[in-house]
């Protein structure tokens, strides 16, 4: 039920076609990559499940193949996974900030390898690819700082000789589902904060070949430092792995990154045991464009916001509402601007756009077009398969269809680009708020009465509101997340911190009476 379906895996393939044997893809060894490679760690490597492989979206050959976990090794690495908390959560929070901060140093040092992988088996250009891993380093270096500052108040009490103060304990085991489409960021966001708060990690993967290589990363870290390996343990596995880390009671927390419709799932599977999750679901994002607007700055971003990592960003920009007086000149200079997309081998280092993950994929992309044409929708730009090995397709911009045409309201994990046609400001930021998502939007005015009211009460009610930037590309310093069907998780920065850990509030009597509070006497 919980298996993300669809991904660029398939059962094993013969070792003589795999990339991983081919010349041009030797730098994959650096990474520990092989053949064949151990799809659980729980202080030790294994894997004695079904053999999958995992395949390059941009030309659909085979990268390299990896032994899945069984039922009987996830309770294994579960168990370890437990009693290795039992020795990380004594260690003082800064100490955990240190071996964080080691963390951050090695995957520093295999940055740009480890980014090409994820480019070759994602499909996202390179750039990204590293960024994605920088992403990583900024956490854990934003987490080390972390490790010295969290922490409950004091609190003043009612009560004469009375202290109230609040603590803030590790919830245990954290279970990270990730998502195909940053299978490094999102992992660290979610493994380096629960860290430095006491917390064990136990990664279910999607992502193959990336996840393992960079838990190998983590693990020789945790090696050095004489730690059991089991505190930041993986199993690659199918439905069974999935529905059963939701369905533990030892998984204190489940972590789910994906979609909406599947993170439902995860939700009730854990609320049934009234366990903790966080989720960070889909995203329906808007850019809307007023007549004041700087086009100089609404071109670049809607193009980067809508093009980038080929749509496949919970952050993409789906929607473009722009004025009805500047609609025609920003949909000609935007069209002009997708034309000029340098589109390749995600690995070229002048790529800008590269394939879509899965061919299922392909298939949701045609499907959504055909059904926008149906809705009254004009393809101005793109809306064709590429004729080339992969899976690519040309960046679409759609005209002409309302503002609730069931296409509009459908998140599509593709790169088309829905723009509608709006008069005022109130009719602008209902149209945003109408989606069931609420993740990321953004405005893009001069004014700043606009600006405040944008940011207020009656604004977005997205988790993510930009001014004058685009949807996507937020920084690790706030906490990422949204609203409604988003999830309502938050990750990374701010105090996301708190998700990850339990409170207690405490109260502490050093007198030798005992006063009741509220002033009750109970005599």
């Given at each position: 039920?919980?298996?993300?379906?669809?991904?660029?895996?398939?059962?094993?393939?013969?070792?003589?076609?795999?990339?991983?044997?081919?010349?041009?893809?030797?730098?994959?060894k650096?990474?520990?990559?092989?053949?064949?490679?151990d799809?659980?760690?729980?202080?030790?490597?294994?894997?004695?499940?079904?053999?999958?492989?995992?395949?390059?979206?941009?030309?659909?050959?085979?990268?390299?193949?990896?032994?899945?976990?069984?039922?009987?090794?996830?309770?294994?690495t579960?168990?370890?996974?437990?009693?290795?908390?039992?020795?990380?959560?004594?260690?003082?929070?800064?100490?955990?900030?240190?071996?964080?901060r080691?963390?951050?140093?090695?995957?520093?040092?295999k940055?740009?390898?480890?980014?090409?992988?994820?480019?070759?088996?994602?499909?996202?250009?390179?750039?990204?690819?590293?960024?994605?891993?920088?992403?990583?380093?900024?956490?854990?270096?934003?987490?080390?700082?972390?490790?010295?500052?969290?922490?409950?108040?004091?609190?003043?009490?009612?009560?004469?000789?009375?202290?109230?103060?609040?603590?803030?304990?590790?919830?245990?085991l954290?279970?990270?589902?990730?998502?195909?489409n940053?299978?490094?960021?999102?992992?660290?966001?979610?493994?380096?904060?629960?860290?430095?708060?006491?917390?064990?990690?136990?990664?279910?993967?999607?992502?193959?070949?990336?996840?393992?290589?960079?838990?190998?990363?983590?693990?020789?870290?945790?090696?050095?430092?004489?730690?059991?390996?089991?505190i930041?343990?993986?199993?690659?596995?199918?439905?069974?792995?999935?529905?059963?880390?939701?369905?533990?009671?030892r998984?204190d927390?489940?972590?789910?990154?994906?979609?909406?419709?599947?993170?439902?799932?995860?939700?009730?599977?854990v609320?049934?045991?009234?366990?903790?999750?966080?989720?960070?679901?889909?995203?329906?994002n808007?850019?809307?464009?007023?007549?004041?607007?700087?086009?100089?700055?609404?071109?670049?971003?809607?193009?980067?916001?809508?093009?980038?990592?080929?749509?496949?960003?919970?952050?993409?920009?789906?929607?473009?509402?722009?004025?009805?007086s500047?609609?025609?000149?920003?949909?000609?200079?935007?069209?002009?601007?997708?034309?000029?997309?340098?589109?390749?081998?995600p690995w070229?280092?002048?790529?800008?756009?590269?394939?879509?993950?899965?061919?299922?994929?392909?298939?949701?992309?045609l499907?959504?077009?055909?059904?926008?044409k149906?809705?009254?929708?004009?393809?101005?730009?793109?809306?064709?398969v590429?004729?080339?090995?992969?899976?690519?397709?040309e960046?679409?911009?759609?005209?002409g269809?309302?503002?609730?045409?069931?296409?509009?309201?459908?998140?599509?994990?593709?790169?088309?680009?829905?723009?509608?046609?709006?008069?005022t400001?109130?009719?602008a930021?209902?149209?945003?708020?109408?989606?069931?998502q609420?993740?990321?939007?953004s405005?893009?005015?001069?004014?700043?009465?606009?600006?405040?009211?944008?940011l207020?009460?009656?604004?977005?009610?997205?988790?993510?509101?930009n001014?004058?930037i685009?949807?996507?590309g937020?920084?690790?310093?706030?906490?990422?997340?949204?609203?409604?069907?988003?999830?309502?998780?938050?990750?990374?920065?701010?105090?996301?911190?708190?998700?990850?850990?339990?409170?207690?509030?405490?109260?502490?009597?050093?007198?030798?009476?005992?006063?009741?509070?509220?002033?009750?006497?109970?005599?």
């Open positions: 039920v919980l298996y993300t379906t669809g991904l660029g895996y398939q059962q094993s393939a013969a070792m003589s076609t795999l990339l991983i044997n081919q010349p041009k893809y030797a730098w994959l650096e990474l520990g990559l092989s053949e064949d490679n799809g659980v760690y729980n202080g030790n490597w294994g894997g004695k499940g079904e053999v999958i492989t995992s395949y390059c979206p941009a030309n659909n050959e085979p990268i390299a193949r990896v032994r899945q976990a069984t039922m009987a090794e996830y309770e294994e579960v168990q370890k996974s437990r009693d290795a908390w039992k020795v990380w959560a004594d260690i003082p929070a800064p100490k955990r900030g240190e071996i964080v080691q963390i951050g140093d090695a995957l520093r040092k940055i740009k390898v480890l980014g090409s992988l994820v480019s070759l088996e994602m499909g996202k250009i390179y750039v990204e690819g590293v960024g994605e891993v920088q992403e990583y380093v900024d956490v854990c270096d934003y987490a080390v700082g972390l490790s010295r500052m969290i922490g409950g108040p004091v609190l003043p009490s009612e009560r004469p000789g009375h202290a109230l103060i609040e603590m803030w304990n590790p919830v245990g954290v279970g990270i589902i990730t998502a195909f940053f299978p490094v960021a999102v992992y660290g966001w979610n493994n380096a904060i629960a860290l430095i708060c006491g917390n064990v990690c136990l990664c279910w993967i999607v992502l193959i070949c990336v996840r393992a290589c960079s838990n190998r990363i983590v693990a020789e870290v945790l090696e050095q430092n004489n730690l059991p390996g089991a930041c343990s993986m199993t690659c596995g199918g439905a069974d792995i999935g529905t059963a880390m939701s369905k533990d009671e998984v927390l489940v972590s789910f990154t994906g979609s909406t419709h599947v993170g439902k799932m995860v939700a009730m599977l609320q049934e045991r009234f366990g903790r999750n966080l989720l960070e679901l889909g995203g329906n808007a850019i809307i464009v007023f007549e004041d607007a700087d086009l100089n700055l609404v071109v670049p971003s809607a193009v980067f916001a809508s093009v980038g990592t080929a749509g496949q960003r919970c952050t993409t920009t789906r929607r473009l509402m722009l004025h009805g500047i609609h025609d000149v920003v949909v000609e200079r935007v069209a002009k601007a997708y034309k000029q997309v340098r589109i390749g081998d070229d280092r002048n790529t800008m756009y590269g394939p879509l993950h899965t061919k299922q994929a392909v298939d949701q992309y499907a959504a077009i055909e059904q926008a149906q809705q009254g929708g004009t393809v101005v730009c793109g809306g064709k590429m004729d080339r090995p992969g899976n690519y397709v960046p679409t911009i759609i005209t269809l309302a503002h609730d045409a069931p296409i509009v309201h459908t998140e599509t994990f593709v790169p088309i680009l829905y723009v509608l046609k709006f008069q400001e109130e009719e930021f209902a149209w945003n708020n109408e989606v069931k609420g993740l990321s939007s405005i893009f005015t001069k004014d700043m009465g606009r600006v405040f009211r944008w207020g009460p009656k604004g977005s009610d997205c988790g993510i509101v001014v004058n685009p949807t996507s937020a920084e690790i310093g706030g906490a990422f997340g949204g609203e409604k069907h988003t999830g309502g998780g938050r990750e990374s920065g701010s105090d996301s911190w708190k998700q990850y850990m339990r409170r207690s509030t405490c109260t502490i009597n050093y007198s030798k009476d005992l006063p009741l509070a509220q002033g009750i006497k109970f005599e």
